[in-house]
């Protein structure tokens, strides 16, 4: 499962409230990425990371903004939470490290459902 | 028209019968191909990369990726009860940011015993 945690694993909230979604790796992977999935749309990232400090938008990144202070730690923060951010979220790892796969192979982490009501 | 784009099924084939996937992308310079599973309720799980024109085998998987025509297929051989999930097809554009999938919205496979 390439090391990857994420919590909460479920939240409901209230619209307004700030958010924020943790994604934990053991393995010291370089690159992070944090992504929505919701019927009708599929997978789309929201952002992503490639080192500390190291940040860019996605697809999807309005309403969101990351984190990233050390390499285990991608924190994804809804500011003001509104009901379209109901989705499941999704962390994911890709590493140039990772023996016998390319440099742009990525792992997901379990999820994070997220209600926002 | 969508970056990536999979006929989003239900696919249902009977246990032992082969099961094909496909999946079309309109950026010509893609450079990377991968093919998920996904079981309900879980995260999206690899199955195969593929990088090259031609076919990559692994298993009962095959993974075919014909860029002239801008397409990459998944064959599943001896299908299995098990194989019951979404199929997710994701593609790397030329020119984009360092690991920028894009995915399609995936296809629904039913096997049946």
């Known amino acids: ?117 | 028209q969508k970056e990536v784009e999979q006929n989003s099924g239900p696919l249902s084939v009977p246990e032992g019968a082969i099961a094909s996937l496909n999946c079309t992308y309109s950026d010509r310079v893609s450079q990377s191909f991968f093919w998920y599973r996904q079981y309900s309720g879980k995260s999206p799980e690899l199955i195969m990369s593929i990088y090259s024109n031609g076919d990559k085998e692994d298993g009962r998987f095959t993974a075919q990726l014909n860029k002239a025509s801008q397409y990459v297929s998944l064959l599943i051989r001896d299908s299995q009860p098990s194989d019951s999930a979404t199929y997710l097809c994701a593609v790397i554009a030329g020119g984009t940011s360092y690991g920028k999938l894009t995915f399609g919205q995936g296809t629904i496979l039913t096997v049946h015993p």
């Not at chain 1, 009708?40 to 309005?62: A, F």
């Not at chain 1, 309403?63 to 730690?73: A, F, I, L, P, Q």
């Not at chain 1, 140039?96 to 009501?117: C, I, K, N």
């Open chain 1, 1 to 117: 499962d390439a090391g990857i945690t994420q919590s909460p694993r479920h939240k409901v909230t209230e619209t307004g409230t700030p958010v924020t979604l943790r994604c934990h790796q053991t393995e010291n992977h370089r690159y992070m990425y944090w992504y929505r999935q919701d019927p009708g749309h599929g997978l789309r990232l929201i952002h992503y990371s490639y080192g500390v400090k190291d940040t860019d938008k996605g697809e999807v990144s309005d309403g969101y903004s990351v984190s990233r202070s050390k390499t285990e730690d991608f924190l994804l923060t809804l500011e003001s939470a509104t009901s379209s951010q109901t989705s499941v979220y999704f962390c994911a790892i890709s590493d140039p490290g990772l023996a016998g796969e390319s440099t742009d192979t990525q792992y997901f982490g379990p999820g994070t459902r997220l209600t926002v009501l």
